[in-house]
T-cell receptor, first 112, second 110 residues
Framework: SQQGEEDPQALSIQEGENATMNCSYKTSINNLQWYRQNSGRGLVHLILIRSNEREKHSGRLRVTLDTSKKSSSLLITASRAADTASYFC????????????FGTGTKLQVIP | NAGVTQTPKFQVLKTGQSMTLQCAQDMNHNSMYWYRQDPGMGLRLIYYSASEGTTDKGEVPNGYNVSRLNKREFSLRLESAAPSQTSVYFCASNFQGPLHFGNGTRLTVT
């Protein structure tokens, strides 16, 4: 099974609303990252949060990390139609934290 | 600066044929990765190489082999392709931070 599990699997909101998606993982990590993928395209890196950080912001994105619960959340504020995409979390693991695996993803639809 | 370059972009194989997917990065990254993505799914790690000269299995290594030819290049080989290997394959590289992805190879096995 995959290291990361995201929920919800799909999310549909109106433009201007906030979108929250969650990621849970199984083993201790060094970093957690969030990526966006538009349909049929490659992945775009959004934000990286280290295991000793609890919260990080980048523009309209806010990421939190709770290592005690092995979970993270991505909040997109004031969503736009252009935010429609799939969002994935990725965690590193293994002896030297080089094994980077992805979660199952959340498919976000922002309705204009 | 090309980043991560994958070839080919598209490939159609018959069951039992073999092929090698090529990946090269010019960012002097230590780590390189091969993922596959099936329709509507997330990325699953096939193999990774934490540094030149080392390779390790990921989540779904069966049916694949890899070679870390040098620091720049990391190839993925399908020795005997099966329809279950129909997927989009992504190569990526990093140095303790964000992954940089290639544009992907769309592989169909008939």
């Amino acid at each position: 099974s995959q290291q990361g599990e995201e929920d919800p699997q799909a999310l549909s909101i109106q433009e201007g609303e906030n979108a929250t998606m969650n990621c849970s993982y199984k083993t201790s990590i060094n970093n957690l990252q969030w990526y966006r993928q538009n349909s049929g395209r490659g992945l775009v890196h959004l934000i990286l949060i280290r295991s000793n950080e609890r919260e990080k912001h980048s523009g309209r994105l806010r990421v939190t990390l709770d290592t005690s619960k092995k979970s993270s959340s991505l909040l997109i504020t004031a969503s736009r139609a252009a935010d429609t995409a799939s969002y994935f979390c990725a965690t590193d693991a293994g002896a030297s934290y080089q094994k980077v695996t992805f979660g199952t993803g959340t498919k976000l639809q922002v309705i204009p | 600066n090309a980043g991560v370059t994958q070839t080919p972009k598209f490939q159609v194989l018959k069951t039992g044929q073999s092929m090698t997917l090529q990946c090269a990065q010019d960012m002097n990254h230590n780590s390189m990765y091969w993922y596959r993505q099936d329709p509507g799914m997330g990325l699953r790690l096939i193999y990774y190489s934490a540094s030149e000269g080392t390779t390790d299995k990921g989540e779904v290594p069966n049916g694949y082999n890899v070679s870390r030819l040098n620091k720049r290049e990391f190839s993925l080989r399908l020795e005997s392709a099966a329809p279950s290997q129909t997927s989009v394959y992504f190569c990526a590289s990093n140095f303790q931070g964000p992954l940089h992805f290639g544009n992907g190879t769309r592989l169909t096995v008939t």
